[in-house]
């Protein structure tokens, strides 16, 4: 195996292990979320939460530059791409926060991040005009029966489903599926952690516009401690950090492969749903999570090449 072979597998192992733990701190925001979720109007914790993680891109593009880790770039094509991915960066937000005020945490983190990797695998095929092999197709369906074990889904009708929040859930997976393509045309002209810095800003004016009528500036000192607790770890942790670590796989490992990691946060989300709010663990949930987890070795897998 020559240098730059072995050099590129050291490259992508570092990217996976870097997305998984990602992915687990994706899982746990379902938590944060849904503590917040009716302290705030959704507006207003949306605002709040993308404001902060703007701000706190500024020190980490500050030290990137000043310590040559990691070099920036910027063109007038990655500012064009960061306007509609940050609107649909305050949509995914705003359909995020809606869904939290209704539903369970775990249920509601597993809806969406079920039909996540589906809808940005099926519109990676229609408009990338990627393909996939068995395995992936069956990393797919495992991943689909694995989250519908885990939401326990025979016990809800239809109309359940599209009430109590989970249309929103919906909505807000669609969406992040659109978000993850733009992201990887975006990064084609500029570095990750600009791009998101980009990204961020316009999701924030637009989250502005959103909140304007109920004060969010004024109103800040008339959240609890608490608020201010998760509000810090949704916005610098979930996502300045963890956030940008996804749209950097993005650009290196494409939509489809990316967003198949997601399959792991519905296992996050009911682990610490079990643990904080003590939610039942049936013998079905856990069945799913396996078949999740092994949706992802299987979207992952490395495909054989033909002599």
Same mark, same amino acid.
């Given at each position: 195996?020559?240098?730059?072979?072995?050099?590129?597998?050291?490259?992508?192992?570092?990217?996976?292990?870097?997305?998984?733990?990602?992915?687990?701190?994706?899982?746990?925001?379902?938590?944060?979320?849904?503590? &917040?979720?009716?302290?705030?109007?959704?507006? #207003?914790?949306?605002?709040?939460?993308?404001?902060?993680?703007?701000?706190?891109? /500024?020190? &980490?593009?500050?030290?990137?530059?000043?310590?040559?880790?990691?070099?920036? /770039?910027?063109?007038?094509?990655?500012?064009?791409?960061? #306007? +509609?991915?940050?609107?649909?960066? /305050?949509? $995914?937000?705003?359909?995020?926060?809606?869904?939290?005020?209704?539903?369970?945490?775990?249920?509601?983190?597993?809806? =969406?991040?079920?039909?996540?990797?589906?809808?940005?695998?099926? %519109?990676?095929?229609?408009?990338?005009?990627?393909?996939?092999?068995?395995?992936?197709?069956?990393?797919? #369906?495992?991943?689909? =029966?694995?989250?519908?074990?885990?939401?326990?889904?025979?016990?809800?009708?239809?109309?359940?489903?599209?009430?109590?929040?989970?249309?929103?859930?919906?909505?807000? *997976?669609?969406?992040?599926?659109?978000?993850?393509?733009?992201?990887?045309?975006?990064?084609?002209?500029?570095?990750? %952690?600009?791009?998101?810095?980009?990204? $961020?800003?316009?999701?924030?004016?637009?989250?502005?516009?959103?909140?304007?009528?109920?004060?969010?500036?004024?109103?800040?000192?008339?959240?609890?401690?608490?608020?201010? $607790?998760?509000?810090?770890? %949704?916005?610098?942790?979930?996502?300045?950090?963890?956030?940008?670590?996804?749209?950097?796989?993005?650009?290196? %490992?494409? +939509?489809?492969?990316?967003?198949?990691?997601?399959?792991?946060?519905?296992?996050?989300?009911?682990?610490?749903?079990?643990?904080?709010?003590?939610?039942?663990?049936?013998?079905?949930?856990?069945?799913?999570?396996?078949?999740?987890? *092994?949706?992802? $070795?299987?979207?992952?897998?490395?495909?054989?090449?033909?002599?």
């Amino acid at each position: 195996m020559s240098t730059a072979v072995l050099q590129n597998t050291s490259k992508n192992t570092t990217i996976v292990l870097a997305l998984i733990m990602a992915m687990l701190v994706w899982g746990s925001s379902w938590i944060s979320g849904k503590i &917040i979720a009716d302290m705030a109007p959704a507006e #207003i914790t949306v605002f709040y939460r993308i404001a902060l993680a703007t701000i706190s891109m /500024a020190p &980490i593009l500050f030290l990137m530059h000043k310590s040559q880790l990691h070099k920036l /770039a910027f063109s007038r094509k990655a500012l064009l791409w960061s #306007i +509609p991915a940050g609107l649909l960066m /305050a949509a $995914y937000n705003q359909f995020f926060f809606l869904g939290l005020h209704d539903g369970l945490p775990g249920k509601g983190g597993m809806l =969406v991040t079920t039909t996540n990797p589906i809808f940005t695998i099926i %519109l990676s095929t229609l408009i990338l005009r990627s393909t996939l092999s068995n395995t992936q197709l069956t990393g797919c #369906i495992l991943g689909v =029966v694995g989250g519908l074990f885990m939401i326990e889904i025979w016990l809800f009708d239809v109309a359940q489903i599209l009430a109590s929040g989970n249309a929103y859930f919906l909505l807000a *997976s669609l969406t992040w599926a659109f978000l993850t393509l733009i992201s990887k045309q975006g990064t084609k002209f500029s570095d990750f %952690l600009t791009f998101s810095t980009l990204m $961020y800003f316009w999701a924030m004016l637009l989250s502005y516009l959103f909140a304007y009528d109920l004060s969010p500036i004024s109103n800040i000192a008339n959240y609890s401690s608490t608020y201010w $607790y998760h509000m810090l770890y %949704l916005s610098i942790i979930v996502v300045s950090i963890a956030t940008s670590i996804f749209f950097f796989a993005t650009q290196q %490992l494409g +939509p489809s492969r990316s967003s198949s990691f997601i399959f792991i946060v519905p296992v996050t989300a009911m682990g610490m749903s079990i643990w904080y709010f003590d939610e039942h663990l049936s013998l079905t949930m856990f069945c799913g999570a396996l078949l999740a987890l *092994s949706a992802v $070795y299987l979207l992952n897998k490395p495909t054989k090449l033909k002599s």
